[in-house]
């Protein structure tokens, strides 16, 4: 008997039968809900919170405007047209199109690049360092986020100022030791606390625009043109700032895989963009009554009973935001490895269920301190606000030109309407660019930097396998030539399965070479694996998994296939295969794994320094082990010194 609640469907007393179709458009009505309320605390955290500090940068501070009248509509006009051309239409209409298998982000845009260019190294460069970018915003985001929400303190009294500092930093370490927990546990409130955040600050915004409507004069792009006729440079200047209410445009195309688009679009127009609207014509109204309120027009716009609720919210709002990006790092570092632009982390899955929901120890860590002192060297979101933009509209100049490739090239679109349309964003790009490029001296260098030494280090790495593997091949037998010279010589089988892990499917591993040497015994099933990640998300067809090759001697040849978003789970693959004459049995099998002590030279594929520094990645690489999922007490390790 069953006792739990009935279905939508079961006939109670009351209730009224729907039929299979209605109840199955229920079901999908109900769980696009759902993902829309996830969606808002996972995607729109970032620039739910510009608020906090955009509109302030454009009139308050050594770059500033002063908030006259026609300053205020020209701000708030180049605001309304900003959300709506780079958010509304270049991301929800046109970029989130170009997703690879479902996954988004400038990584997987520049794997479709790579795809549909036979010399399309240079854009793929281009995607790699944006992909570097968004490590430095990961970096920039939870300092000034939380930093801005903390300062709403000052509005109530001075008295809290020393302690703005001190308490951001307690809650970003709090912020970041609860990664290793993942987001399962709390994904079900960030939702709705960010829900609460939009209809606050829509509702602050709105008791404003009824007590100055003629702010609402802005909505005309006039008044953005007018703008740049009076202040010439210096509202190039401002643009800088104005470009801050957009910085959270690429977590809506990185989020995709998570979500679809359908919840991401919907969402937006229905909940995020008239609450921001709402919120950024409040603050211009409340700075056409009262120009004095620049220093923080967002918490002046409360009433003096809100204010500490709303810095609270604020703060909780700022953690959500972090958050995305956060996870986002993790994500990103994750596709990397499986691309082989980093060296193998150690990477912990937080849900059994969502396979995107992972943990990055060192990247965790590596922020942490990062956030950290930049929220101590910089002190307010005043002074990150002018690091804060340069690398994301660097992103998104990159994304645009991506973007033109793929759809000239992939989806066959005439050059007479891809060109228009993607040099008119380049154009709001580069102008965003421009005005962000300005902040470099006064911090805007220190994402530059950041980004530059990840890129230089996946590039490294990236060369440094490839050189090592081309070593490898040098000094390995040939498996062709190996297996006859076996069957002339009697070589004693011992029972079980051996699985010998190799990056070069034709040639004879050394960890075999080696354990043949010393030990003078073979497996009686031994098994040349190789680990080939697709350059797809997920393969959609389990059949391709695994391919398996019968080489005679009781020798076979296998490669298993992941994609760039799939667990490497080794012994879970090779549990599925069904071939006859080959069994997988946990207790009986022996994994045999290489490990190479690198040895920097001056003769071969890499510089002696920037060989030393690939032997340093290598040896602080990740385990092979944890990595590929492999039973601990089921690996032999066997060493080799290579040259490079």
């Known amino acids: 008997m069953n006792s739990g609640p009935p279905s939508l469907t079961s006939p109670v007393a009351g209730s009224v039968d729907l039929p299979p179709a209605a109840a199955a458009s229920k079901h999908r009505r109900s769980q696009l809900v759902l993902l829309c309320l996830a969606c808002l605390g996972i995607v729109y955290g970032d620039i739910g919170t510009s608020p906090l500090y955009a509109m302030r940068e454009c009139f308050y501070g050594q770059h500033a405007v002063p908030p006259t009248h026609a300053n205020v509509l020209g701000v708030l006009s180049l605001i309304l047209w900003s959300l709506v051309l780079i958010i509304s239409v270049k991301y929800l209409i046109l970029i989130l199109r170009a997703d690879n298998r479902g996954e988004g982000g400038i990584l997987a845009l520049a794997t479709l690049v790579n795809d549909v260019l036979r010399h399309g190294k240079f854009l793929f460069l281009l995607g790699l360092f944006g992909a570097a970018l968004l490590y430095a915003d990961g970096m920039i985001t939870p300092a000034i986020s939380v930093l801005g929400a903390i300062e709403g303190l000052h509005v109530a009294t001075p008295l809290f100022d020393p302690y703005v500092v001190p308490i951001a930093v307690v809650i970003l370490i709090g912020l970041f030791v609860f990664q290793s927990r993942g987001t399962t546990g709390v994904g079900t409130v960030f939702g709705p606390i960010t829900m609460l955040w939009f209809v606050a600050i829509g509702l602050l915004g709105f008791q ?132 082989g632009y980093s060296p193998r982390l150690k990477v912990i899955y937080t849900s059994a269920r969502i396979i995107g929901q992972i943990y990055v120890p060192v990247v965790n860590w590596g922020l942490m301190l990062a956030c950290i002192a930049l929220v101590l060297g910089f002190r307010t979101s005043s002074n990150l606000a002018a690091a804060y933009g340069v690398a994301i509209t660097t992103t998104m100049l990159i994304t645009t030109i991506l973007f033109y490739i793929v759809a000239r090239r992939r989806w066959r679109w005439p050059t007479a309407a891809a060109l228009p349309i993607a040099a008119f964003f380049i154009t709001i790009d580069l102008a965003f660019f421009g005005a962000n490029m300005l902040k470099v001296a006064h911090g805007g260098w220190f994402p530059l930097l950041v980004s530059a030494a990840i890129l230089f280090f996946m590039l490294t790495w990236r060369k440094g396998r490839r050189v090592l593997r081309s070593r490898l091949s040098e000094i390995c037998i040939p498996l062709d030539a190996f297996l006859p010279e076996l069957k002339s010589q009697s070589i004693r089988r011992v029972p079980g399965t051996a699985v010998y892990m190799s990056g070069n499917r034709f040639g004879t591993p050394l960890a075999l070479l080696h354990n043949l040497k010393h030990n003078k015994v073979l497996h009686e099933q031994v098994v040349l694996l190789t680990v080939r990640t697709e350059e797809v998300p997920y393969l959609a067809n389990p059949k391709d998994r695994v391919a398996l090759e019968n080489l005679d001697e009781g020798f076979w040849r296998a490669q298993v296939h992941f994609g760039f978003m799939e667990k490497p789970d080794v012994p879970a693959a090779l549990d599925r295969i069904k071939q006859t004459g080959l069994r997988f049995d946990s207790m009986r099998t022996t994994y045999f794994i290489g490990r190479e002590t690198i040895l920097a030279t001056r003769k071969l594929g890499l510089s002696s320094w920037r060989g030393s520094i690939f032997a340093w990645m290598t040896r602080n690489a990740g385990d092979v082990t944890s990595y590929f999922c492999l039973p601990p007490n089921g690996v032999v390790e066997l060493g080799a010194r290579v040259e490079v």
């Open 208 to 339: 404003q625009i009824i007590r100055t409507p003629e702010v609402l004069a802005a909505i005309n792009p006039i008044h953005g043109f007018e703008f740049f006729m009076i202040n010439g440079s210096r509202g190039f200047v401002v643009l800088g700032a104005v470009f801050l209410v957009v910085t959270g445009g690429e977590a809506l195309y990185a989020d995709i895989g998570h979500f679809g688009t359908a919840p991401i679009r919907l969402t937006w127009f229905a909940v995020v963009l008239p609450a921001l609207t709402l919120n950024y014509f409040g603050q211009g109204a409340l700075l056409l009554a009262q120009p004095e309120a620049a220093v923080n027009p967002f918490y002046r716009m409360a009433p003096s009973w809100a204010l500490y609720p709303m810095v609270v919210l604020a703060t909780a709002a700022a953690v959500i935001a972090s958050q995305a990006i956060i996870s986002g790092a993790f994500s990103l570092t994750m596709q990397a490895i499986q691309l």
